[in-house]
């Protein structure tokens, strides 16, 4: 069965910095593209960022870093310079190979996270 959970998620003050976990079992993330969306109160989900070649979304560029390690079988989403704008639950998604290239957009998913709720407030 696949499988992926993230942890990390928290309160954190503006300014501030989390790194998102995303663990997968059942299947191998190096077979698949990851994608990070986030869904905010009254909002739909947007895709944050993505890899295999890594994208982010303008609201982000500079300060989320998306990364991997083959070797966990799991995917990271380093949170730098919080804003009060980035509270929303954040989850991970495994999209599929025959993409040419990973997609912001929840195209092509093969498997969802629970999500994690991130908070920036002070």
């Known amino acids: 069965q696949q499988q992926l959970v993230e942890s990390g998620g928290g309160l954190v003050q503006p300014g501030g910095s989390l790194r998102l976990s995303c663990a997968a079992s059942?299947?191998?993330?190096?077979?698949?593209?990851i994608v990070w969306f986030r869904q905010a109160p009254g909002k739909e989900r947007e895709g944050v960022s993505c890899?295999?070649?890594?994208k982010y979304a303008d609201s982000v560029k500079g300060r989320f870093t998306i990364s991997r390690d083959s070797a966990k079988n799991t995917a990271y989403l380093q949170m730098n310079s919080l804003k009060p704008e980035d509270t929303a639950v954040y989850y991970c998604?495994?999209?599929?190979?025959?993409?040419?290239?990973?997609?912001?957009?929840?195209?092509?998913?093969?498997?969802w996270g629970q999500g994690t709720q991130v908070t920036v407030s002070s």
């Open positions: 998604a495994a999209q599929s190979i025959l993409l040419t290239d990973c997609s912001l957009s929840p195209t092509a998913i093969t498997s």
């Open positions: 059942g299947f191998t993330l190096d077979y698949s593209h």
């Open positions: 890899m295999t070649n890594t």
